[in-house]
T-cell receptor, first 113, second 112 residues
Framework: SQELEQSPQSLIVQEGKNLTINCTSS?????LYWYKQKYGEGLIFLMM?????EEKSHEKITAKLDEKKQQSSLHITASQPSHAGIYLC?????????????FGQGTTLQVKP | NAGVTQTPKFQVLKTGQSMTLQCAQD?????MSWYRQDPGMGLRLIHY???????DQGEVPNGYNVSRSTTEDFPLRLLSAAPSQTSVYFC???????????FGEGSRLTVL
């Protein structure tokens, strides 16, 4: 079965610093989703990447998909306390369209003011 | 639109009790799924459905039942609750084709 490994598992950065979270798949990626979760709350959709080499940005968050490496990276520029939370990557387990995703274990981000 | 609605938000059960977590979506999505979230383990898929009348098992289906009698509803039943089922449960839905998976706000379950 496919597994997604996120690194690092946790991260503490000073406000204003840049950071990167990686999500590596054990099998071919057929799309990659990034979500953010504040502690005790639901999941907020950040972005979806569908094609190798695709890159998307929303405000100060940029995500890229490297099909060959079976990996996606999420980069935050000039971090702010509002960026703190748990970041989760998810991917469809195979090329079939069943609407289900498997997820990585999550990366917990703390931003120190 | 309300999106994906889960009830209850909090529940405490005793070992051996049964209960149903309700999930409803008003977006006419074909795909629905249930996940559980435990510390350090991300989200794990319990059961999913690709349409009314069709369900299938995910990664961790033991101890849970589902049914999909309508497009809108996808309840998750705990047959005989165990402490290992203490978790936060999320219901999600998605339309056919590629697109965002919409999540409910979660249901926090504690089994004593």
């Amino acid at each position: 079965s496919q597994e997604l490994e996120q690194s690092p598992q946790s991260l503490i950065v000073q406000e204003g610093k840049n950071l990167t979270i990686n999500c590596t798949s054990s099998k071919t990626l057929y799309g990659l989703y990034w979500y953010k979760q504040k502690y005790g709350e639901g999941l907020i959709f950040l972005m979806m990447l569908q094609k190798g080499g695709e890159e998307k940005s929303h405000e100060k968050i940029t995500a890229k998909l490297d099909e060959k490496k079976q990996q996606s990276s999420l980069h935050i520029t000039a971090s702010q306390p509002s960026h703190a939370g748990i970041y989760l990557c998810g991917a469809p387990p195979g090329s079939g369209n069943t609407g289900k995703l498997i997820f990585g274990q999550g990366t917990t981000l703390q931003v120190k003011p | 639109n309300a999106g994906v609605t889960q009830t209850p938000k909090f529940q405490v059960l005793k070992t051996g009790q049964s209960m149903t977590l309700q999930c409803a979506q008003d977006m006419n999505h074909e795909y629905m799924s249930w996940y559980r979230q435990d510390p350090g383990m991300g989200l794990r898929l319990i059961h999913y459905s690709v349409g009314a009348g069709i369900t299938d098992q995910g990664e961790v289906p033991n101890g849970y039942n589902v049914s999909r009698s309508t497009t809108e509803d996808f309840p998750l039943r705990l047959l005989s609750a165990a402490p290992s089922q203490t978790s936060v449960y999320f219901c999600a839905s998605r339309p056919q084709g590629n697109g965002e998976l919409f999540f409910g706000e979660g249901s926090r379950l504690t089994v004593l």
